[in-house]
T-cell receptor, first 110, second 116 residues
Framework: QKEVEQDPGPLSVPEGAIVSLNCTYS??????FMWYRQYSRKGPELLMY????GNKEDGRFTAQVDKSSKYISLFIRDSQPSDSATYLC??????????FGAGTRLFVKA | GAGVSQTPSNKVTEKGKYVELRCDPI?????LYWYRQSLGQGPEFLIY????????DSGLPNDRFFAVRPEGSVSTLKIQRTERGDSAVYLC??????????????FGPGTRLLVL
């Protein structure tokens, strides 16, 4: 079993929809949780960074962490075609070694 | 300012050959990371440099893989006796100091390696 599980999708939604992306993990030592966006043939770009449990909001993006359930989520409000990309969850216990999920491909249709 | 750059952007080689992949981090970033991303997967950690030294190389899959960062800036990932299973996108990232719990890693566009 992988340390981080993420549904690869693809997930297809109409423009303006609320998107929910999720990951589960098995390592209870993880404390730092991240979401990256990766466009085709580009490197990942950090979207959200959350420590421990709780919510964090940045514009149209909200990250949620539930450590008791080992479950993290990213919500995208008012989705746009430009949001079409692969979304990677990532996490680490501390320091520098980051473990990534497989990524969910998202398509937002105009 | 300039981001992380990687060269070449694409590399096609034959099984058994030697390849070198180069990473130019953001100027002033002391931490540098190499990852490998296979098709349909997330990046997989390979090695982390703090300055010139490899602080953690536990992700290197075997002794055919080696990386250097002799002057604490540019890094080269070297793969000997390439195998078809080495085909992947090799990503480089840098961060300001490394180890910082909420420090952002900035990724390059990657080198796409295809071993025939």
């Amino acid at each position: 079993q992988k340390e981080v599980e993420q549904d690869p999708g693809p997930l297809s939604v109409p423009e303006g929809a609320i998107v929910s992306l999720n990951c589960t993990y098995s390592n209870s030592a993880f404390q730092y949780f991240m979401w990256y966006r990766q466009y085709s043939r580009k490197g990942p770009e950090l979207l959200m960074y959350t420590y421990s449990s709780g919510n964090k909001e940045d514009g149209r993006f909200t990250a949620q962490v539930d450590k008791s359930s080992k479950y993290i989520s990213l919500f995208i409000r008012d989705s746009q075609p430009s949001d079409s990309a692969t979304y990677l969850c990532a996490m680490k216990a501390g320091g520098f070694k980051t473990i990534f999920g497989a990524g969910t491909r998202l398509f937002v249709k105009a | 300012g300039a981001g992380v750059s990687q060269t070449p952007s694409n590399k096609v080689t034959e099984k058994g050959k030697y390849v070198e992949l180069r990473c130019d981090p953001i100027s002033g970033h002391t931490a540098l990371y190499w990852y490998r991303q296979s098709l349909g997967q997330g990046p997989e950690f390979l090695i982390y440099f703090q300055g010139t030294g490899a602080a953690d190389d536990s992700g290197l899959p075997n002794d055919r893989f080696f990386a250097v960062r002799p002057e604490g800036s540019v890094s080269t990932l070297k793969i000997q006796r390439t195998e078809r299973g080495d085909s992947a996108v090799y990503l480089c990232a840098s961060s300001l100091m490394g180890g910082g719990y909420q420090e952002t890693q900035y990724f390059g566009p990657g080198t796409r390696l295809l071993v025939l």
